[in-house]
């Protein structure tokens, strides 16, 4: 099976029969082939035969067309854009963060200088993650820290005083394949900036800037209204595998033909396309594992606190007892200090009556004692 809305633009695009010959040709290649599940499987041929567009979130895909040592204009564009600034690239610096080498949910890293001095870094997420606010505070954070080290010392080497006028903004730019919940809870933004600010309006500048851009919620926008700014094509290519939106992007930007083209070479060496599709498999599965580990850490996290409300509760509901407790020996208490009033009452009512009843007897007496003397 083929597709003929991309096979029109990209000729080079091969049937699946073509395509699983070349594989059964190498034991290797058909050996790695066969280690993918039926939906692997199927998903390596869907793009190598043009069924669907390729996915340029995959991390060995983006660095081959945005790659900012090869092709610095692309990343620059996208960036200028996104940045709203004019963005020149000077240098692809080398990502030295401790941080970014321990976290497994990254599935692509690129930190650029421009030529202002900022920093850029552009990471790529398959997966929503947790804290994604924490987290991007601190790789933020390690940015400035590293950028603090290395002007420290260059104005040291040239025997120029160090001054904090020298630090230059960082940007902290996150797309998310599928973003987190605090991206999904705002469904209608799909581009979220954010930087720190006084709410007096105290005219300090902060060099840390972040934008997150959620694409799951992009495409759902992009099948409603359709690509309406050069930022929307920039981030259809990055997200959309659909021949009909591809067809529809280089219809109204052709300038990226080119780059979808360099994709679909890459396609016609088999091996080190399998490669490329191999490392986003494997990636994807550290990603999983790592993403469920931490969803289940969160789960843990919220039971516990659970737990604890829990506890308050019964333990407060434990001194409302004991406190009922006491008014109800209380009450005990009061209630047999009245039965003890009542029996005593009843004593005394006993004795009255029993003299009442010898008084009358008396009466009864003195009566027949004055009738017998009257006769």
């Not at 034991?27 to 199927?42: G, M, R």
């Not at 869907?46 to 790659?67: A, E, H, R």
């Not at 963005?87 to 202002?116: C, F, G, H, W, Y």
């Not at 998310?176 to 933004?189: G, K, V, Y």
């Amino acid at each position: 099976m083929i597709n003929s809305i991309l096979k029109k633009y990209f000729p080079m695009i091969r049937t699946e029969q073509e395509v699983l010959t070349e594989i059964s040709q190498k034991p290797a290649s058909d050996a790695l082939y066969k280690s993918w599940n039926p939906e692997q499987q199927k998903e390596f041929l869907d793009f190598c035969t043009g069924v669907k567009g390729c996915k340029m979130l995959y991390d060995s895909f983006f660095k081959q067309v945005m790659n900012p040592d090869l092709h610095p204009e692309r990343l620059e564009k996208f960036l200028t854009l996104l940045l709203k600034k004019h963005v020149k690239i000077l240098q692809v610096l080398p990502n030295e963060s401790r941080m970014a080498a321990e976290d497994t949910l990254l599935a692509m890293d690129i930190v650029v200088k421009l030529e202002d001095g900022s920093i850029a870094n552009v990471e790529m997420q398959k997966i929503g993650y947790a804290f994604p606010g924490q987290r991007s505070s601190c790789y933020s954070a390690d940015l400035l820290l590293r950028q603090y080290q290395r002007v420290k010392t260059d104005k040291q080497s040239r025997q120029i005083k160090f001054s904090y006028r020298y630090i230059k903004d960082v940007y902290t730019i996150i797309l998310f394949e599928n973003s987190p919940a605090e991206c999904r809870a705002i469904p209608d933004q799909y581009i979220h900036r954010g930087m720190t600010v006084f709410n007096t309006g105290l005219a300090v500048h902060m060099p840390q800037e972040y934008v997150y851009v959620p694409l799951d919620i992009f495409r759902g926008i992009l099948h409603n209204r359709g690509i309406i700014s050069e930022l929307d094509a920039w981030l259809t290519f990055l997200c959309e595998d659909s021949p009909e939106m591809i067809e529809l992007l280089i219809r109204q930007y052709p300038y990226f033909r080119e780059l979808y083209d360099e994709i679909y070479k890459l396609c016609e060496n088999m091996e080190d396309i399998m490669g490329y599709f191999s490392e986003a498999l494997q990636e994807m599965d550290r990603n999983t594992v790592q993403y469920m580990i931490e969803e289940q850490q969160a789960q843990i996290e919220e039971q516990k606190g659970q737990i604890e409300e829990q506890k308050g509760q019964i333990e407060e509901q434990k001194g409302q007892i004991e406190e009922q407790k006491g008014q109800i020996e209380e009450q005990k208490g009061l209630i047999e200090e009245q039965q003890a009033r009542i029996k005593e009452q009843q004593s005394q009512l006993e004795e009255m009556l029993a003299k009442k009843k010898q008084a009358e007897s008396r009466i009864v007496e003195l009566e027949k004692k004055f009738a017998a003397m009257t006769e």
